[in-house]
Each structure stands twice: as structure tokens, then as C-alpha cells.
């Protein structure tokens, strides 16, 4: 019987469930790798490297939306739920990705984009055509605006990447009408999820990928599809109080069916939620059983370099929650990791809007010794394509070639998230670092000369590389089966050290003293993040050692 509260870290044949103790690799499609020679990554540059992913050890990829976009959001605009881009391929591509994936026993997680899609998507179209109070518009949010003429937006939300969240059309007799909500870019309308016809439409969308055997879903702003019909304003809402549009009661029975949907299918499939909500106690409910299966960790990606915090998120994770919900380093939405730890302000997470001194070198010890603590936790991990090379996030990129939608909304004030998207360097000497083919296009992102080092075949064959720790940690955990239940038991260390136990005698200690820390006399050290001084272990380094059980 599982814990009240908590999701049951076993299926129903006694064995944990796979996506309870995982590795999953997110693959930012267009960065990855390119198969064509056109500058950007496809699935064709995927399927090539199915073998380097699954010599990495990891279980499982989530890839990022390939369905046909017009990429005013570099795919979370979605056009054509049911095809892929020719950016990216072909349907028969996609398929051929999943069998072969299956084959290399990698599961596929592609990303479903519920709460909008494209101002180019069909339904759009067809509710821009289509007067006031219609059905094609009732599928998205359109109001009459506030005013004496309908000037100002009908209320007072924000757009995600700047500027109000509402746009307003012209009608088609060329007046200029109504409104229509988009959390984010005004190419992605949000769809009405009160409406069963955009329920049904989903519904039938998971049906066309499962049928084609993907094994999940990453759900793209899971905590934001239901909104307060009221529409109210938001502004004067103290902080800590959900906002009108996010985390609202409706959400639980859409889930809820969903996973009974998900769950009449043959395999254990799954649903990750993205859920930017704090404090993370509040994910609990959509991870009872019956709704999500797990929900990313965000409490552990946006947590200071500190020990303080650091245990706190861990301790709110396992107590509240339990291991439901993977722990999180990185992703294409913020800055890599690698630059945050090299920084005072270790927290911040989001796109900067000026250049702040950085120090890569401490950056680069600290992930290190994070990827120890992350992947000797209770439960599940999620890695982002290239933090396997070191990489660290681009803050050089010319103003011109800036893709990502915020920095034209924000007016160029903040230069957005394409610094952690960089094409990854795969092959030290050939052009483009082997991102495409040699005689390809350049790749879409400059990638800085210096990647030459980090390039995934110059770290192959050194011991002491990023990619050679990932390697041999993702081993490491995988043979070990204790790490497979949720225990955790924190040792006694001096404050600034994070030390806990595993099953099995297994135990990680972490270094955030500032200060050398002597390791327990009776070890047996099964890794370490970075070179030890005799029995100390270095500021900023973490071990993996086995201790006697007593
Ligand atoms: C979250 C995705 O990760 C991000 O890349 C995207 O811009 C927004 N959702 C909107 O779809």
C-alpha cells in the first residue's frame, strides 16, 4: 500500500515503475544534431546519435516539439499537432526514430503543447474569419476590449516574454474588433480549455503518438491550460497567491482523464508535467496517482549553490511529494548551469539581462559535484543535451541572429534563452564542430570557438572530462539496486556539507564549506566529482563512497 500522499514507487508486477528511477535526456531537437546539411538539427541527426545516448547510460529521451510550426516559438507554435516540420522531417522519420529508439532501449517522451498553439493552426484561422461570439472562436479566449472603444486590453495579464497578453484582431469587415489572450507570443493563442471541443481534439492528439508507440508526454505549461473564466485582473494579487490563470481546480479531472486515456494503453506511458508553481508542495495533488505521473523539480533548478537550501528542497521533495518529481539541472528555457554555479548569484535561473562576471572554471567544479548529488537522490533525473559536455550558456550571440521570441518582445531588454540552445559540438575538428555534415550549412546558433575542447569526441577519450564523469556516474547508479528504493538518511557532517545515506551502504557526500572536509574513515570511494586530497574532500566536490551499514 503506498504512503498516503504519495504516488507508488512500484507497477503493478512488484518492480519499480521505470520512470520512478529513470534518466532521461531532453534533446532540444533543432540544436542537437543535424542528419541534412541545412544548419539545423533534425531527426535524422537524432537517429545518428541514438548510440552515442545510449552509451551515456540514459533510459530515455524527451524530445522537444516537432510538429509542423511556423517556429515563432521554436516549436511551441504549433500549426499541425499530427505532422512534423519538414524543418525536422518526415512522420515516417518520427516513426522510424521511435522503433529505433525502442531498439536501443531508449524510450521516447515527445512534448505535447496543450495551453496554445499557432496564430497559424487551422482553428485560428478559421476564428479569425469568424465574427464575435462564434464557435470557432470559442475554442480560444477572445473578449471585446476595455474602453470607451475597446482600446485597452480586456484585463491586465502579462505575457510570459513581455507586453500585454492580449492582441487585438481586425475583424474581417476591417474594423478593429476584439482581443485575444496569449500567455506567451502573440503567434501562440491560448486555447479554451472550458471548450470539450478543444478536449476532444487533444484527446484524439495523444491517441495519434500513442498509437505510434511513444512511451509519454512532457506537457508544455501543464499548470496553465484551465483559466478563471472572470478573466480578473491580476495586478494587485500579494505574491504566493495563484494567479487567475495558473494551477486553477479544473485542471485535476482533465488529468485525470487523460491518464485513464493513457493508462487503457498497453506499457508503462507517461505524463511529466511542466509546472512552474511554488512552493513545490503544491505539485502533490496532480501527482496522487491518478493525474500526472511526475512533475520536474523546479525547486532544484532554481536552489542556490548552498547547502541550507539545497537540503530544504530535498527534504520539502521527499517529505510532501516523495521522489515523484526528478530532480532538474538544466533546460532549454534557462540559463546552463555551468555559468549559474559560476556566479555569486547562483539562483538565478532566468535569462539575464545584462553580463555578469562569471567564473567557468568554479561553474564546471560545481556541476560536477551537482550531477553527483543529483543522480544519488531518491527518484528520477533529467539531463539537458550538451550539460554531458560542460557546456555553458552563450552570451555572445549577435544581436541579429536572436531567435527567441523574448527579445523582440521585451524591446531588446532582455536577450532571452537562446544561449543555452547552441548547436552542440560533436567532432573537434571538423567544420561546425560535426553539428552537420561537413560540406553543411553552418549551424543556425555560432557556437563559440572554444567548444573545440568540449566537443563530445575530444572528451571521449579523456578520463577527466565532463562527458567521461556523466559516463561513468550513470554507470555507476545504474548497477547499484538500492538506489532504486526512496530512502534517504542524512549523515552527520559538519553544516555546509550535504551527506546522506543510501540503501546498501551507498553514500554521497557534497562540499559547499568553502573548506576541505574529511571523508568517514571506513569508505570505499566509488566516485568522486574531481580530484581528492588524501582523505579530504576539496570545497565545491562531491563523493560517491560506500560505508559499512551499520
Ligand atoms: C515552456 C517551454 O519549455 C518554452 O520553451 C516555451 O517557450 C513555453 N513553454 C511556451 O510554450
Excluded at 470557432?136 to 470607451?148: C, I, L, T, V
Excluded at 478593429?176 to 479554451?192: F, I, R, T
Aim: proline residues 9%; contains cysteine.
Amino acid at each position: 500500500m503506498a504512503e498516503p500522499g504519495r504516488q507508488p514507487a512500484q507497477s503493478a508486477a512488484g518492480e519499480p515503475a521505470w520512470h520512478h528511477t529513470a534518466v532521461v535526456y531532453e534533446v532540444y531537437l533543432r540544436s542537437f544534431a543535424d542528419g541534412n546539411g541545412d544548419g539545423v538539427g533534425d531527426i535524422a541527426g537524432l537517429r545518428a546519435h541514438l548510440p552515442y545516448l545510449r552509451d551515456l547510460g540514459v533510459d530515455a529521451i524527451w524530445l522537444t516539439p516537432w510538429y509542423r510550426s511556423p517556429m515563432a516559438d521554436g516549436g511551441y507554435d504549433v500549426a499541425d499537432y499530427r505532422d512534423i516540420d519538414p524543418l525536422f522531417g518526415t512522420l515516417g522519420d518520427a516513426e522510424a526514430l521511435v522503433t529505433e529508439a525502442h531498439e536501443h532501449d531508449l524510450r521516447i517522451i515527445v512534448d505535447i503543447v496543450p495551453n496554445h498553439c499557432s496564430s497559424q493552426h487551422p482553428w485560428f484561422a478559421a476564428a479569425l474569419a469568424a465574427p464575435p461570439g462564434s464557435a470557432e472562436r470559442a475554442r480560444f479566449w477572445f473578449r471585446p476590449g476595455r474602453g470607451s472603444a475597446g482600446e485597452l486590453p480586456p484585463n491586465d495579464w502579462q505575457s510570459m516574454f513581455g507586453g500585454p497578453a492580449w492582441t487585438r484582431v481586425t475583424e474581417p469587415d476591417g474594423r478593429p474588433g476584439e482581443w485575444y489572450l496569449h500567455l506567451y507570443a502573440a503567434e501562440q493563442p491560448d486555447l479554451n480549455w472550458d471548450n470539450p471541443e478543444v478536449r476532444a481534439e487533444f484527446e484524439d492528439i495523444l491517441r495519434f503518438w500513442l498509437d505510434r508507440g511513444v512511451d509519454g508526454f512532457r506537457i508544455d505549461v501543464a499548470d496553465c491550460l484551465v483559466k478563471d473564466p472572470e478573466l480578473p485582473d491580476a495586478a494587485g494579487l500579494p505574491p504566493g497567491v495563484r494567479r487567475p490563470w495558473e494551477d486553477q481546480d479544473g485542471l485535476h479531472d482533465l488529468y485525470r482523464t487523460w491518464r485513464r486515456l493513457i493508462d487503457s494503453y498497453p506499457g508503462e506511458r507517461v505524463f511529466i508535467g511542466e509546472l512552474w508553481i511554488s512552493p513545490l508542495s503544491r505539485l502533490q495533488p496532480y501527482l496522487l496517482g491518478d493525474q500526472l505521473h511526475t512533475a520536474f523539480n523546479f525547486g532544484f533548478l532554481t536552489a542556490p549553490w548552498e547547502a541550507g537550501p539545497l537540503r530544504g528542497v530535498i527534504d520539502t521533495t521527499l517529505g510532501s511529494i516523495g521522489p515523484a518529481a526528478p530532480w532538474v539541472l538544466s533546460n532549454h528555457d534557462v540559463t546552463r548551469h555551468v555559468t549559474r554555479y559560476g556566479r555569486v548569484e547562483t539562483a538565478r535561473v532566468w535569462m539575464a539581462t545584462e553580463r555578469v562576471a562569471t567564473d567557468l572554471t568554479l561553474g564546471n567544479r560545481r556541476a560536477r559535484a551537482a550531477l553527483l548529488l543529483s543522480l544519488a537522490l531518491p527518484g528520477s533525473s533529467y539531463l539537458y543535451q550538451g550539460e554531458e559536455l560542460g557546456l555553458w550558456e552563450v552570451e555572445d550571440i549577435p544581436d541579429g541572429l536572436i531567435a527567441d521570441p523574448i527579445y523582440e518582445r521585451t524591446g531588446h531588454r532582455v536577450r532571452g534563452r537562446d544561449g543555452c540552445r547552441v548547436p552542440l559540438p560533436w567532432a573537434a575538428q571538423t567544420p561546425g564542430f560535426g553539428f552537420g555534415p561537413p560540406d553543411g550549412a553552418a549551424p543556425w546558433l555560432p557556437q563559440p570557438a572554444d567548444w573545440r575542447r568540449l566537443a563530445a569526441d575530444a572528451q571521449a577519450a579523456d578520463p577527466g572530462s565532463m562527458l567521461a564523469l556523466y559516463r561513468a556516474a550513470l554507470r555507476a547508479r545504474a548497477g547499484r539496486a538500492g538506489l532504486a528504493d526512496d530512502t534517504l538518511s542524512w549523515l552527520d557532517f559538519p553544516d555546509g556539507v550535504l551527506a546522506f545515506r543510501r540503501a546498501g551502504g551507498f553514500a554521497c557526500v557534497v562540499n559547499l564549506t568553502g573548506e576541505p572536509v574529511r571523508l568517514p574513515p571506513d569508505h570505499e570511494l566509488v566516485l568522486a566529482s574531481g580530484p581528492l586530497d588524501g582523505p579530504l574532500l576539496p570545497p565545491d566536490t562531491a563523493a560517491w563512497l560506500t560505508i559499512s551499514d551499520g
